[in-house]
């Protein structure tokens, strides 16, 4: 006879952090609340990667789809992978207000709308925002209660050699993106996480990332998404 699996031996499904609508938490005012998480740290340290094994997890959160002057690549899908705009558009929404943040990069420009933000928080959702310090700085300051994680690499000379390997970039462009990671790193005490993307350890910094946020969710006191004009 075989005995029958023992619970906590049964594959785990997905550990909610929803409050149970129930006493004594109904009457004790508990709700959830939106949660704003920004994701940064220097190009080339894996940010993507990071995400997708969120995503590889089914951890729950919610993208915001960005707006881009540059042109759509192979494989993209028109409001899916970005929001295409050109230039004139893309200064008439900054102009008009509908960017949380926006930065120049390569020459192109990227923004992520605030309404989408907004309503995603509204909806009592966790947002996610995969940005460069620079837009981060930006959104501190017009949300500075949201969450702030810095991904790093285990070095700045691993960080120097992944951007090397590459080869998607001149030398001169090379140099001025090593340039950029070094102030880049200097913004490091303005974020409330450091997570370090190890060679070889994606899987521990993805689990970490999800801690921080698992973590955020369950407070008794929740921050509150707070924008400032």
């Not at 500075?144 to 390997?165: C, N, Q, W, Y």
Request: charged share 25%; hydrophobic share 35%.
């Amino acid at each position: 006879m075989i005995d029958s699996p023992h619970p906590l031996d049964a594959p785990l499904a997905r550990c909610s952090t929803e409050i149970p609508d129930t006493w004594p938490y109904q009457e004790l005012g508990l709700s959830p609340s939106g949660l704003l998480v920004v994701l940064s740290g220097p190009s080339g340290v894996g940010k993507d990667a990071v995400i997708t094994g969120l995503e590889n997890d089914h951890f729950p959160f919610t993208r915001i789809v960005t707006a881009t002057t540059r042109s759509i690549r192979p494989g993209e899908v028109k409001g899916q992978s970005y929001h295409f705009l050109s230039t004139e558009e893309f200064i008439q929404w900054r102009n008009n207000g509908k960017f949380l943040e926006w930065a120049e990069y390569g020459h192109h420009y990227y923004g992520t709308p605030l309404e989408s933000v907004r309503q995603a928080l509204a909806a009592g959702e966790t947002v996610l925002l995969k940005i460069e310090v620079q837009g981060a700085a930006q959104v501190k300051q017009k949300v500075p209660d949201a969450v702030f994680i810095f991904l790093g690499p285990s070095s700045f000379d691993e960080l120097t050699e992944r951007l090397r390997k590459r080869g998607t970039e001149s030398p001169v462009a090379l140099s001025r993106r090593i340039q950029q990671a070094r102030e880049e790193f200097a913004q490091l005490p303005n974020y409330d996480y450091l997570v370090i993307n190890r060679h070889g350890g994606l899987r521990c910094a993805v689990e970490q990332i999800e801690a921080i946020i698992t973590a955020e969710r369950l407070r008794i006191h929740q921050r509150q998404m707070r924008f400032v004009s």
